[in-house]
């Protein structure tokens, strides 16, 4: 009886909260003396054939729908918490800070071969997915960029570790060198209009 309580309370804690629930969140909802890996694992097992399921992402847990139901909830039209919409710049800026980070502006503006905008910075930051890291070594001492918790959260990953393998996306054909750089002059050429 007191475990079935456990699991309601955290599932409870889980569903209530708008970001991840970390496991010492858990511990002082249930007690330090229970098991949060088997209690999060029989959540899931009650959860089974529900239209939403318990994920791990950024360090935590959170419900998520499956995604075989995104076109009916968007059919919906119903309200949804979703990420911000972004742009092919500012994807391919984020994906490149993800990858590559701590990275400066100018650290970017190589990679791209073209100016990365403060603006697009600061939309990303704006956006929750991007925090300033430590200085940059380099002279004048630039700021660095690096994600944060929400990216994690927003893109369905527990940790960095779980970024695709970049090699692997250029194999499969998904993502090409040259690809983030026309991204970077469609954009601009849809800022010009």
Do not use: N
Request: glycine share 8%.
């Amino acid at each position: 009886m007191r475990w079935r309580e456990w699991m309601l309370r955290a599932e409870a804690v889980i569903f209530a909260s708008a970001e991840p629930v970390g496991r010492e969140t858990l511990a002082r909802v249930v007690g330090r003396d229970c098991s949060i890996d088997l209690l999060i694992d029989d959540l899931r097992e009650d959860l089974r054939g529900r239209p939403y399921e318990l994920v791990s992402v950024a360090g935590g847990w959170q419900h998520r729908t499956h995604a075989v139901y995104a076109e009916a909830i968007r059919a919906s039209a119903a309200p949804t918490k979703t990420s911000a919409d972004l742009s092919r710049r500012e994807a391919a800026v984020l994906m490149a800070i993800g990858y590559f980070q701590p990275a400066t502006r100018g650290d970017l503006s190589k990679m791209f071969g073209k100016e990365v905008s403060r603006d697009t910075v600061a939309a990303l930051r704006d956006a929750g997915f991007i925090t300033s890291g430590p200085r940059s070594p380099t002279p004048g001492a630039p700021y660095t960029y690096v994600t944060t918790p929400a990216f994690l959260s927003a893109f369905g990953f527990d940790t960095l570790r779980d970024l695709p393998d970049v090699e692997m996306l250029e194999d499969a054909g998904l993502l090409s060198r040259r690809g983030a750089t026309d991204a970077m002059e469609i954009d601009a050429d849809e800022e010009d209009e």
